[in-house]
């Protein structure tokens, strides 16, 4: 069974750092994306970043979204089965819920389109104080 689960998120001011991590099992990162996905209160669920290979294996990309990017970077800790998101300079407009995701993403589409991401942990607070 494919499970991912967060860890990481907290209450950070402005300017400050926080990294998050997903911890995934029931499968291979070489047959799955995963992305970082957030959702705000009373805003729709929006992509951050997300790396890995499309589903027939045609591209191998990471993506971040334009309001992260320069400030958060995604990697992977294959000896550990992880991904983290290291995410720097945070700002209000950062705060949300954050949501780890496994997923195949089509040939066709973006390594990061949201749809194509089945598997879903139950996601972490992130809180950013002005």
């Known amino acids: 069974e494919v499970q991912v689960v967060e860890s990481g998120g907290g209450l950070v001011q402005a300017g400050g750092s926080l990294r998050l991590s997903c911890s995934a099992s029931g499968f291979r990162f070489d047959d799955y994306a995963i992305g970082w996905f957030r959702q705000a209160p009373g805003k729709e669920r929006e992509d951050v970043s997300c790396i890995g290979s499309s589903d027939d294996k045609s591209y191998y990309a990471d993506y971040y979204a334009d309001s992260v990017k320069g400030r958060f970077t995604i990697s992977i800790d294959n000896a550990k089965n992880m991904v983290h998101l290291q995410m720097n300079n945070l700002n209000a407009e950062d705060t949300a819920t954050y949501y780890c995701?496994?997923?195949?993403?089509?040939?066709?589409?973006?390594?990061?389109?949201?749809?194509?991401?089945?598997?879903w942990g139950q996601g972490t607070q992130v809180t950013v104080s002005s």
């Open positions: 995701a496994a997923g195949r993403p089509d040939a066709r589409s973006s390594v990061c389109w949201l749809a194509d991401y089945r598997s």
